[in-house]
């Protein structure tokens, strides 16, 4: 598989201010769809990669429990 530019950096770096600016009414799908308008590939590999990234952030406390929704997609 060939790398990318779209690390679990690149999606932190990108992605947890998109997740503050929604004030909580973002879900992970919503935020890939963000984050693909700004480069990202838009398949299912990033999309796996954005949940994990994410979910790792929630629980080092980079973003508040609340700030992201997740929702049975």
Known sequence: ???TQFTKK???ENGIPIVES???NLTLRALHYRLVSIGMNNDLNHYRKVIVAMTEARWSGDVAFD???I???
């Open 71 to 73: 929702l049975n997609q």
């Open 10 to 12: 690149w999606i932190l």
């Open 1 to 3: 598989m060939a790398r």
């Open 67 to 69: 700030e992201l929704q």
């Open 22 to 24: 929604y004030h909580g």
